[in-house]
């Protein structure tokens, strides 16, 4: 799908998107309860609906009516996979449920799409090698099993925080006191604090020991619980980030004392606004797309920590290098760092290319308000924010389907 976006000016309120990371959680611990648990502010997104699939894969019953979800949990240690766990392009689902599908001793196989089975998962396979657990990936597939047990895991704390989220919902289930313990410091230790939000809003408690060491305490049982999803800062970057080019738009449904570590956003448009500013990504790799954008429309910016950037749904450092030459702006990559210079903006001379990424086309859409222009892979957005282009509409922004 081509989305042509014309010059004009964000106006108006919206209501933010409820948060894909939160409500991924919520619905794994849910999955994991005794009982039927209520979850209210689940939205139609691929990844969402990725998460539910692969419940239901599980055993769960999950039925939706709106926003709300009805979940009935099942007993991971015993339950059997009926058929395959198809992830999508859902990192988070994947990388979230390997640890509780370990929990059983029966096979169960994973599968994906785009670059998704493309994305690291050295640090799972060593888990289940030193283990003697089941860890084959081939051909698009992971297949996984043999019977999670308690004990010391040791990992990277510097790589995704989705490997030891996944390990922090699996291990309280197992017969044992257990350990992760963190062999370089942790980025994205935003997302843990979420992941151990959820877990204490189902009844399970884990918590840290020291900067790199986190307890989890065996034999215990996720609760049924209803629950609501917060609103998501992620997506409201997107939407925020007009205030910053002249508009005016007003945020609804954001809770002001949210875990979620992209809530940084406006202080780092600000900084941006008034730059050129020095930003570090670590704990905040999802807002790069949206934070180049306002650089090359504001005074520019240096951004560190930008590594696992080139291992999301495209690599972002390289599909924004490459779009953002279509304004006329420039991009300098190194291993670790981003600079964009200041620039003045022009109208792309080509269609953009989305990159099959929802955060690249957001970040695109929002400078094609400056200088109009056109975008093929506008669908992207599906996976996280199904509503941005009608949600551009009620903010007085013109867009228009091209095929």
């Known amino acids: 799908m081509n ?27 849910a999955g994991m309860s005794e009982g039927e648990s209520v979850i209210h502010g689940i939205s139609d997104c691929e990844d969402v609906q990725a998460t539910m699939d692969c419940l ?22 015993t339950a059997r996979a009926h058929g395959e766990l198809a992830c999508r392009e859902s990192g988070s689902t994947l990388r979230f449920l390997i640890p509780p599908v370990l929990l059983t001793c029966s096979p169960a196989t994973f599968t994906g799409y785009g670059r998704l ?49 996944g390990l922090l919902f699996a291990l309280p289930l197992a017969a044992g006191q257990s350990e992760i313990r963190l062999t370089t410091p942790t980025e994205s230790r935003s997302y843990l604090l979420l992941t151990l939000d959820a877990m204490r809003q189902f009844g399970v408690e884990a918590g840290w020991t020291s900067d790199r060491r986190l307890s989890v305490p065996g034999g215990q049982r996720y609760c049924a619980r209803e629950v ?111 600079e964009i210079p200041p620039a003045k903006l022009h109208p792309p001379a080509r269609v953009l290319d989305g990159h099959n990424d929802h955060r690249i086309v957001m970040a695109l859409s929002l400078l094609l308000t400056l200088t109009g222009g056109e975008i093929a892979g506008a669908e992207a957005v599906r996976k996280s924010y199904p509503e941005f282009f009608a949600d551009l509409g009620r903010l007085g922004l013109c867009t228009e389907i091209v095929k």
């Not at 239901?56 to 240690?77: E, K, L, N, P």
């Not at 597939?141 to 030891?164: E, K, M, N, W």
Request: contains cysteine.
């Open 3 to 29: 989305i042509r976006i014309a010059p004009g000016t964000a106006r108006g309120t919206v209501a933010v998107p409820p948060s894909k990371s939160m409500a991924h959680r919520l619905l794994i611990c």
């Open 56 to 77: 239901r894969a599980m055993g769960v019953q999950c039925r939706q009516s709106g926003d709300t979800v009805r979940v009935q949990g099942t007993d991971f240690r």
């Open 117 to 165: 089975m493309e994305r690291p998962m050295q640090v799972y396979a060593d888990i289940c090698r030193e283990r003697g657990l089941l860890f084959r990936q081939e051909k698009g597939r992971i297949t996984v099993g043999g019977g999670l047990p308690a004990g010391v895991y040791a990992l990277p704390g510097d790589v995704s925080s989705q490997f030891i989220s």
């Open 228 to 338: 609501a999803v917060e609103g998501d800062y992620s997506n409201a970057a997107f939407l925020d980030a007009f205030n910053f080019l002249g508009g005016a738009v007003t945020l609804t449904g954001l809770r002001p004392d949210s875990l979620q570590g992209d809530r940084c956003y406006r202080e780092a448009m600000e900084r941006l606004r008034e730059g050129p500013a020095e930003i570090s990504l670590r704990d905040c790799p999802d807002l790069g797309p949206v934070l180049f954008a306002v650089a090359a429309a504001c005074r520019g910016g240096v951004f560190t920590g930008t590594r696992r950037l080139r291992l999301k749904e495209s690599d972002r450092v390289a599909a924004m290098r490459q779009e953002l030459a279509a304004f006329g702006a420039e991009l300098y990559a190194g291993e670790d760092r981003v």
